[in-house]
């Protein structure tokens, strides 16, 4: 669709086939109940599976269930800034992302200490061996995986100028979530076993919002070029 | 009462007079966005008139190219009335449309379309200049100076003196830092005054 409009009449007879009403793209109404519906059905699903981790007892509901709704809070406003790149003109410098990964990554590692300092429990060889890391990790990646679906649908459905960066910060914010979740299951408190599954995860889920972020652009930049041909000489 | 103090007063009036009518247009603007997103396209017509003119100078300052920019100003306003959805209410108007024209001007620079460029068409000529400045210079000497002042200066300082963006939304339009804008801009301005040989 394109056209010579000197008017607003010229302008208004081209928009015409499109101008049903729409609702403006607030970023919290859209993003905080399908995110708490989805970490609440997660978490169903994980207790009937696994059922909570084997050092409650020890560990205590207040220090079971805060940090990880701490967690869960910082995630989402994390996802918040990054989808600010939905709306045009209302996005964020590049060192707000990366204090948002610092800020993310931060809030790991002091859970993961204070939780293992409340409960130690035996050094668990077994538990830093390539098979277990590699299943937290991977829990870890499918627990993040609906956050990080939500955040790039709402992404997708604004005008987005720097999509890494609003990817990146998606990533942040959904491997902090998942690792919220998954701390409530995974029995393991060892900091080794930890911070090679549970924060690598989150390093992981941050790649992964780069990455898709990135493509994302790359296919907007060719369906762009495709869709206004022969309009140079 | 002083001259100067009459002249003080009538200053300051002066201000008070163009900052109410700033604070109702941006009112205006947001009101009728609010109208448009409800469907009403005669609703978006004083936005149109308002973001028109101001979006064409800003692309020309871009582009540094009339043809390209008045190509271009067509496609930022179909870009902002598919994305009319990501305005939202009661934030102003113009970083918004601005977002969108320069978020058209990078697409369509970066998807590499080569452009044949008029060699008669003067680039300094596409430059808009603050009626402020002209106080400096002549406005063609003006144009040429901000010509050869680099893009990551000339545009924040573009969009501060010539359009009263703020350096906060002018950060958020960038992606860059308030304080980085400000330096860019501060910077860019002393250059234009050194080249014109305005003494600050």
């Known amino acids: 669709m394109s056209g010579n409009w000197s008017t607003f009449e010229d302008l208004r007879s081209a928009l015409a086939a499109d101008a049903a009403p729409v609702k403006p793209l607030r970023i919290a109404p859209r993003l905080v109940p399908p995110a708490v519906l989805a970490v609440l059905v997660l978490a169903t699903v994980m207790l009937s599976l696994f059922g909570l981790r084997t050092d409650i007892a020890q560990l205590g509901n207040l220090w079971l269930f805060v940090p990880s709704v701490l967690e869960l809070a910082v995630a989402l406003m994390l996802i918040g800034v990054g989808l600010r790149e939905a709306i045009p003109g209302l996005g964020g410098h590049r060192t707000m992302m990366w204090m948002g990964v610092a800020i993310g990554g931060m809030m790991q590692i002091v859970t993961a200490v204070l939780t293992h300092w409340r409960s130690p429990g035996p050094h668990v060889p077994a538990a830093t061996s390539l098979g277990a890391v590699a299943l937290c990790l991977l829990m870890e990646l499918l627990l993040a995986l609906p956050l990080l679906v939500i955040g790039f649908r709402i992404l997708g459905q604004g005008l987005s100028t720097r999509p890494v960066r609003g990817g990146v910060c998606i990533g942040i914010g959904a491997g902090l979530a998942a690792d919220s979740l998954w701390r409530m299951f995974c029995p393991v408190a060892d900091l080794e076993h930890v911070f090679r599954a549970h924060l690598s995860s989150v390093v992981v889920a941050v790649a992964i919002g780069a990455l898709v972020g990135s493509v994302w652009d790359h296919l907007r930049l060719r369906a762009w070029h495709r869709s206004f041909p022969g309009r140079r000489s | ?200």
């Open chain 2, 1 to 200: 009462m002083t001259s100067s103090d009459a002249e003080s007063g009538h200053s300051d009036s002066v201000e008070a007079a163009v900052g109410e009518r700033a604070v109702f247009i941006q009112e205006m603007l947001s009101n009728a966005m609010v109208a448009y997103q409800g469907g009403s396209l005669d609703a978006f017509e004083p936005v149109y008139e308002h973001l028109l003119p101001r979006l064409l100078r800003y692309l020309r300052s871009l582009t540094l190219d009339k043809a390209y920019a008045d190509d271009l100003v067509q496609e930022a306003f179909l870009q902002l009335h598919r994305s009319r959805h990501t305005y939202v209410p009661p934030r102003p108007v113009e970083p918004w449309a601005f977002g969108i024209a320069r978020h058209v001007f990078l697409m369509d620079r970066r998807s590499g379309v080569r452009r044949a460029r008029d060699r008669h068409e003067s680039l300094s000529e596409q430059l808009p200049v603050p009626s402020a400045w002209e106080r400096w210079a002549q406005r063609a000497t003006l144009q040429q100076a901000l010509a050869e002042i680099p893009d990551i200066g000339r545009e924040p300082l573009l969009l501060h003196h010539l359009w009263g963006f703020s350096f906060a939304e002018i950060g958020h339009l960038l992606g860059l830092r308030p304080g980085t804008v400000k330096v860019r801009a501060h910077r860019a301005l002393q250059r234009l005054r050194a080249m014109v040989g305005e003494t600050p």
